[in-house]
């Protein structure tokens, strides 16, 4: 089952001088277990659309159906849908409020219903996952470095056991090292419980070394949506819109106009040295 | 769901009331309000409305809009009409259990709606026709003769501006952390008081966290930048009065002495 955006239309601040088209007319269909980059330039409607998903924007017109259920519909609990669709707001640290992180990360499951310690387990587990010392899960949330702190605040998502989790720029702000921590860690929780992970970023070398589909929006409608490799075809027009393709596949297209036959539908830098090995050595013999 | 609050809300249009001074605007709005709770009689009321329906037209501001700002203080209006209907002595025209309803109720009633009524729609010209920063401006300078009294109004300008320029940038930050914490399942919306008191504090906490690293970031943004209070502080647009402005001071002065006038007739 899966998630469909059906013609989805959003208008923002409707009939006052401060109207804005957000969203014109998206249609995508999200297969469980997917790993989606959504990419953009700022105001191009990427965080709009995500805040449909779990409905807590509801959509001008047009529908969403969650596993085939019209979430619209009067009878559909959006609460549930929720706790299903985990979504992880761009600067997550800044809704830290307990006075501990463990209370903190305990927060979404109590919600949920769950005992203390059934919660206390799953924030145990969250908190494990993210990679936080043990010895740090009674101080307060305010004592953190950076890092940390949005580490704690996606474990406050994750200890709720969402069957999508959708992250908002996840790696706004970090140094690299932060950075990979990050994105490790979303992989990892795609790989191990077949989450449905959706990446919102514009850092196409994030997009490109993890994701399996891209969907670039511009000025609030879809304008690609296909694997990596085809998206970055079109990086010229990518650049019109404000957006790149990765560095190695521009120095891929360079070195291709140099006169060395490689491949240029190349978007990490794996996959570039591959390529340049297998050039270089192919010559060789 | 944030964003749509009107009242106090600048309305972008190209008019002259818009391009007026904003010290003009202030004067004309104290004097319009002087003047409605002057007024007597059909006549005096007359001029009001007609006076604020001229504005409203020149001001190119949707008419619609200006009434979403009164819906803000219905509530108000209703118990001030009840009161007056209810409390006013004078000749019974229904009465039942405790409850009088008398004529002279009645009519203080309806003048109290009116004017309340007339009161908004008139405030709300000025703040829908200039923004908080020209409003502030005008302030500073219309007030500047206070400063011989060691009254610091350029701090208080600043802080003026800077509390308005922070409204937008709260309520988005009010409504972004209720997003995420409602994506975490909190809910805002049921229970009894005393609950959703203590909802409000996975909201509330971040809420003042934010606005104190706000706070301190424009302090240390301000002073990397040499801002050390008014003095000697000059203006890239000084606020000077253009000839409409002496015609709009003509019409707003005429305005309060047949108004005025009017009263004693």
Known sequence: MSIIVDKVNYVYSEGTAYEIKALSDINLKIEDGEFIGIIGHTGSGKSTLIQHLNGLIKATSGTIYFHGQDIYDKDFDLRELRNRVGLVFQYPEHQLFETTIFDDVCFGPMNQGLTKEEAGLRAFEALKSVGIPEELYYQSPFDLSGGQKRRVAIAGVLAMKPEVLILDEPTAGLDPGGRDEILDLITRMHRERGMTVILVSHSMEDVAKYVKRIIVMNQGSVMFDDVPKEVFKHYKELETIGLAAPQVTYLMHELREKGLPVSTDVTTVAEARAELLRVLLGERR | ?265
């Not at chain 2, 319009?32 to 009001?48: E, M, N, P, R, T």
């Not at chain 2, 930050?173 to 995420?180: S, V, Y």
């Not at chain 2, 706070?215 to 801002?227: I, K, S």
Request: glycine share 6%; aromatic share 10%.
């Open chain 2, 1 to 265: 769901m944030l964003r749509d609050i009107t009242i106090g809300q600048y309305y972008p249009a190209d008019s002259v009331i818009h391009r007026l001074d904003p010290r003009v605007k202030l004067f004309a709005t104290l004097i319009y309000v002087i003047s409605l709770f002057c007024a007597k009689g059909v006549f005096g009321f007359g001029i009001s409305v007609l006076f604020l329906a001229v504005v409203i037209r020149l001001s190119k501001v949707p008419f619609k809009f200006m009434v979403k700002g009164l819906k803000a203080i219905m509530i108000l209006m209703i118990i001030t009409a009840a009161f007056n209907v209810f409390l006013t002595p004078g000749e019974v025209l229904v009465s039942f259990w405790i409850f009088k309803i008398t004529k002279e109720g009645l009519k203080n009633a309806v003048m109290m709606t009116a004017r309340l009524i007339f009161l908004i729609l008139g405030t709300s010209i000025m703040t829908l026709t200039t923004t908080p920063n020209q409003l502030t401006d005008g302030l500073e300078k219309a007030l500047r003769p206070l400063n011989k009294i060691k009254i610091p109004v350029h701090a208080i300008a600043m802080m003026m501006s800077i509390a308005l320029r922070f409204i937008p940038i709260l309520v988005e930050e009010t409504d972004k952390i209720m997003k995420a914490q409602m994506a975490r399942g909190a809910d805002f919306e049921s229970g009894n008081l005393l609950k959703r008191v203590k909802n409000m504090i996975p909201l509330l906490v971040p809420l003042f966290v934010s606005a104190f690293r706000r706070a301190d970031d424009l302090a240390m943004a301000m002073e990397a930048r040499c801002y050390h209070g008014g003095e000697g502080r000059t203006k890239m647009k000084p606020l000077t009065y253009a000839r409409r402005d002496y015609i709009a001071y003509t019409v707003i002065v005429t305005f309060l002495a047949v108004t005025l006038l009017l009263r004693w007739i």
